[in-house]
Nanobody
Framework: QVQLVESGGGLVQAGGSLTLSCVAS????????IGWFRQAPGKERESVAA????????LYADSVKGRFTISRDNAKNTVSLQMNSLKSEDTAVYYC?????????????????WGQGTQVTVSS
């Protein structure tokens, strides 16, 4: 089992950057695929990016491709989401999630463990 805690959210102007962090507790973190998801008010949760246990495979939603970068440091039990060129439509609560599987996926129902979320607000 793993527990996930997100941080790094905040208020930023359009065009700016933020880096979100997801820190995990648990000795088996390195065997987990990790995904980032977001949910805006009145909208369904959507996938943002995902990374395999080794970091060798990454997936991105079309809406963030080229602007966001997901990475992980297993020695620090941390997955980061670097967000550049932020837009107002990126405003949402961002969640990281983990699944104990080598296969990386963008499907939220495939993830077993979720953090509490961190708010990102992009002002236009």
């Amino acid at each position: 089992q793993v527990q996930l805690v997100e941080s790094g959210g905040g208020l930023v102007q359009a065009g700016g950057s933020l880096t979100l962090s997801c820190v995990a507790s648990g000795r088996t973190f390195s065997s987990y695929a990790i995904g980032w998801f977001r949910q805006a008010p009145g909208k369904e949760r959507e996938s943002v990016a995902a990374i395999s246990w080794s970091g060798g495979w990454t997936l991105y939603a079309d809406s963030v491709k080229g602007r966001f970068t997901i990475s992980r440091d297993n020695a620090k039990n941390t997955v980061s989401l670097q967000m550049n060129s932020l837009k107002s439509e990126d405003t949402a609560v961002y969640y990281c999630a983990g699944r104990a599987d080598t296969i990386v996926t963008m499907t939220s129902t495939a993830y077993d463990y979720w953090g509490q979320g961190t708010q990102v607000t992009v002002s236009s």
